[in-house]
């Protein structure tokens, strides 16, 4: 297999070198590993280390102790083993060049991918990233091998048995060809459809938005109202006869007020618009989407497009001046994406154009108009709206709770009884005493 590493990297001649760093045979025995961090020996020049392999080495240094001391013991150490016992196999020692924190990192992510290293190192070679989705290789791309890792690699490439798991990954992968380039083209080609289903119906909500408020008649016809009442209001003042209004009086409706409690300018203009067509107040209803459009950042979105487009043009140019032949794996999403994007860019500018029609709409300068501004006035003037009418309709209710009160009150009035009594209570009263004086009077028994 090709390496993808520079000239300087490989590791021819590397085995000869390495000797004589070598200042002792190695034990007989699994010892206990220090866990320090190594310095390439192709760094070693000019340096606290330089020439260190020339200097004498300690005369009184019992090896056997040492071994002794440092050995890792096993559990039936101490055991004898019989005479047929086979003789025991030498023992792998596990080689760790990596900081500890970087191998604890890119072990980590590699135990959540099925088949650990040996998966990801196929999956690249094959510039396969179904498997492996976004998400995994995002993690994985932010563990690429550096530069150094791999010089340390390569002093040690025939020990590469030895390796552990974070160090034969770094190994394997730095020998496919572009490696690097083969993640970064992977992880785009499953991030780009995401990115497109996001900001295409965005953009396009954006402009669907714009059109619907220049043609909508309800809306229309109830600033229209809007207009003439006020003309009528401020008749004979510096603000009458006014050929329409800016958006921004909008928002300045209730703070006209009327002498009747709880009532202003657009109240009446409410009331009036509703008393003569039912349906003038539908536009809060139609243009209802408009409490979603208002909270898309116009500017983000147009930042994200511009992301998009630039991550993609530039990757085809790094397959293009690829020399590995890794462009023949993307070819078919290149040229799907290369399309996209130009579809993206376009409806941004149908964004644009959009946005600088409804602010000659409604007489905005094109230059000065926010169309994200625009959205969010809108959107909190149909609400108010929405909340005057209901006011409306509850003081009217009130109102004619009011006036039935009234009428029960003054019909009640005109039926009140007269202070003087009645003729026949009067002649029956004296009936009944003329007969109680004369003896005359008898005690009559109700009927049961």
């Not at 714009?210 to 600033?223: G, P, V």
Request: with cysteine.
């Amino acid at each position: 297999m090709r390496s993808s590493l520079p000239s300087d990297l490989t590791d021819s001649g590397s085995r000869n070198a390495d000797n004589k760093f070598n200042t002792w045979h190695g034990p007989r025995r699994k010892m206990r590993t220090i866990n320090w961090t190594q310095i390439p020996k192709t760094l070693t020049g000019n340096c606290m280390w330089t020439g260190v392999e020339a200097l004498p080495k300690p005369e009184r240094l019992d090896l056997q102790q040492l071994e002794e001391l440092f050995c890792q013991k096993t559990g039936n150490s101490g055991a004898k083993r019989p005479a047929s016992a086979p003789a025991a196999q030498p023992i792998v020692v596990e080689l760790n060049l990596l900081d500890s924190k970087r191998s604890l990192a890119v072990n980590i992510c590699l135990r959540q991918i099925k088949g650990r290293g040996a998966a990801v190192v196929k999956a690249v070679q094959d510039a396969s990233s179904s498997e492996l989705g976004a998400e995994k290789l995002r993690g994985l791309q932010r563990l690429l091998p550096e530069r150094h890792e791999l010089e340390l690699l390569l002093t040690h490439a025939n020990e590469a048995e030895r390796f552990g798991a974070a160090e034969k990954y770094f190994y394997e992968l730095s020998r496919i060809p572009g490696y690097a380039l083969r993640m970064e083209a992977m992880l785009q080609r499953e991030d780009f459809p995401t990115h497109v289903e996001e900001l295409r119906p965005q953009l396009h909500g954006l402009v669907n938005m714009c059109d619907q408020l220049i043609k909508n008649t309800s809306l229309r016809e109830f600033l229209t109202l809007i207009l003439q009442i006020g003309n009528c209001l401020n008749a004979g003042s510096y603000a009458g006869n006014a050929a329409g209004f800016k958006l921004n009086t909008l928002p300045k409706l209730l703070d006209t007020r009327a002498n009747k409690p709880r009532m202003t300018f657009l109240h009446f203009v409410v009331q009036v618009a509703e008393a003569n067509n039912k349906n003038a107040l539908i536009f809060t209803k139609d243009l209802s989407n408009i409490n979603k459009i208002c909270k898309i950042s116009v500017e983000g979105l147009e930042d994200e497009v511009r992301q998009v487009v630039t991550d993609i043009k530039a990757l085809n140019s790094r397959l293009n001046e690829d020399g590995h032949g890794i462009r023949s794996y993307f070819k078919e999403f290149m040229e799907r994406a290369l399309l996209e994007v130009g579809e993206l860019q376009r409806d941004v500018q149908n964004v644009k154009n959009m946005a600088a029609s409804l602010a000659r709409h409604f007489c905005e300068e094109p230059e000065k108009f926010q169309l994200e501004e625009c959205f969010k006035l809108f959107a909190d003037f149909f609400r108010r709206v929405e909340e005057v009418q209901k006011e409306n309709e509850e003081r009217q209710k009130q109102e004619d709770r009011a006036a039935q009160r009234t009428g029960r009150a003054n019909k009640l009035g005109s039926k009140k009884p007269s202070l003087k009594p009645d003729n026949s209570e009067v002649c029956l009263v004296d009936r009944l005493m003329a007969e109680i004086r004369s003896g005359t009077f008898k005690l009559r028994r109700s009927e049961v």
